[in-house]
């Protein structure tokens, strides 16, 4: 069963109740905002993405931002692979009770770390039936526990506000981070991927391709102070890994330095970065992490000295949503997946896999929908998205609105897995395979209408 029969029944915008107060009636009310954060590391013996944790080369962390106004707003980025499905939505029922607010409000977005760990709580339940070893994959007890502290700092953030007065737009270049992992050949199709750790000269010599090369700056001030900083990057955050050793990665080093050297609260989410990585600039040498973490840090600090502030109050922030059906990949056949879950002779890859699909084709064939919202903050609009999703979607987005500063987050619900642009699918490669998709080349249609219909409404 397809998801997506049209265009109309893909869409169906969920603009979210918003109180405002008339200029000539009542003052603006003014922002308020608050911040948290929680150490996010798994305890040795629990599974990251591919191995089991053998210790915490640095702490991960998740990170957020509470926004007051005429609504309250949370933006969690987390140093985590991803967050799927029932998963999703356990965090942000816990935040939204923690704070006083909706789920469809809070914003949970991973940095997409490899030495880290997954939650999916509805792919562990599927595991669990079939009795395969979910906790292999997800430990439930860890991720549960992480979910309660992320609550309790939530709520003990809303007991000190901090009043924002102005907001701070910037954006600076990244050098020699970000390159396109897919290459062409003369044909149109895929000739290389080019990894985040490339050790073959010739891929790493091929051209950077397309890639967003700019870090966007979102800052919070009360008058001169700041009080805390948002940073938006487009790359696959990963040096090296599958060390066993959980860490954030070089994007996580870089804001971590950048928040220590300012003494201001730093938080930092990944575009999309599906088809991008770091590989024309990384062989994958141990020493290249710090190098990729300066030059990003360096990127950041250009964001924030070219911050241009505006003052901004209550009013000037709302949260809007979209709600999309997503078409399932076709290779996505219900029989098949209950086959390999069933049959003991397949790999417990395979199966795995087969889980998360199936996980995946059930909610496309119950209807249900992903949210992708726009926040908006003055002449800044934030949009928050699904999945490993390619590039050409952030790209798409700042030039259908120029007038506006648009960042985008992706790695929000990670059920999709990469998506990619339509024609990607026709030239191969690795990002749009089986093994790695589960929508169809039709997503393109579905999600830039979507994004269109965020920006147009704002």
């Not at 939505?89 to 816990?94: G, L, N, Q």
């Not at 991927?193 to 700056?217: E, H, L």
Request: proline content about 5%.
């Amino acid at each position: 069963m397809n998801c997506v029969t049209s265009l109309r029944a893909c869409l169906a915008v969920t603009v979210l109740a918003v109180t405002l107060f008339s200029a000539n009636t009542l003052p603006a009310e003014p922002l308020k905002l608050s911040t948290f954060a929680v150490d996010a590391s798994p305890p040795v013996g629990s599974p990251l993405a591919y191995d089991m944790t053998k210790g915490i080369q640095e702490p991960l962390t998740l990170k957020g931002v509470i926004l007051q106004g005429d609504q309250t707003v949370v933006l969690c980025a987390l140093d985590w692979i991803g967050v799927a499905n029932g998963s999703q939505d356990v965090f942000k029922e816990a935040i939204a009770e923690a704070v006083g607010t909706k789920p469809e409000l809070i914003m949970l977005h991973t940095l997409h770390q490899h030495d880290a760990p997954e939650a999916d709580a509805t792919t562990h339940e599927v595991l669990a039936e079939f009795n395969l070893p979910a906790e292999k994959r997800y430990d439930q007890k860890f991720v549960a526990d992480v979910v309660a502290r992320t609550a309790a700092a939530a709520k003990q953030a809303t007991s000190s506000w901090q009043t924002v007065t102005h907001i701070g737009l910037g954006e600076g270049v990244i050098e020699k981070v970000a390159s396109n992992r897919r290459i062409l050949g003369e044909d149109g199709k895929v000739k290389y991927t080019r990894y985040t750790a490339t050790t073959d000269p010739v891929i790493r010599a091929q051209p950077t391709g397309t890639i967003d090369p700019m870090c966007k700056s979102i800052s919070f001030y009360n008058e001169d102070k700041p009080l805390a900083v948002m940073t938006y990057y487009a790359t696959h955050p990963q040096s090296y890994y599958r060390t066993g050793m959980a860490n954030p990665d070089f994007p996580g080093m870089a804001r971590n330095s950048r928040q220590e050297k300012t003494n201001v609260f730093h938080i930092h989410f990944n575009g999309a970065g599906g088809n991008i990585g770091a590989g024309k600039w990384n062989d994958g040498a141990h020493e290249n992490r710090q190098v990729l973490a300066d030059r990003v840090e360096s990127g950041m600090t250009l964001a924030f000295n070219a911050t241009e502030k505006f003052p901004i109050s209550s009013s000037d922030m709302e949260m809007t949503s979209v709600e999309v059906q997503l078409p399932p990949a076709l290779h996505l056949v219900q029989e098949n997946l209950l086959t390999t879950l069933k049959d003991s002779n397949s790999s417990e890859q395979a199966r795995w896999q087969a889980a998360r699909e199936l996980v995946w084709l059930r909610r496309c064939e119950a209807g249900d929908t992903i949210a992708l919202s726009c926040l908006k903050l003055g002449k800044a609009r934030i949009i928050h998205m699904p999945g490993e999703l390619f590039v050409e979607y952030q790209l798409a987005a700042q030039k259908m609105r120029p007038d506006l500063f648009v960042a985008m987050a992706a790695y929000g619900d990670y059920s999709p897995g990469y998506i990619g642009t339509e024609i990607a699918y026709s030239q191969g490669g690795y990002e749009t395979s089986q093994a790695a998709t589960r929508v169809s080349s039709r997503v393109e249609q579905v999600l830039m209408a979507g994004i269109q219909k965020l920006l147009q409404n704002q």
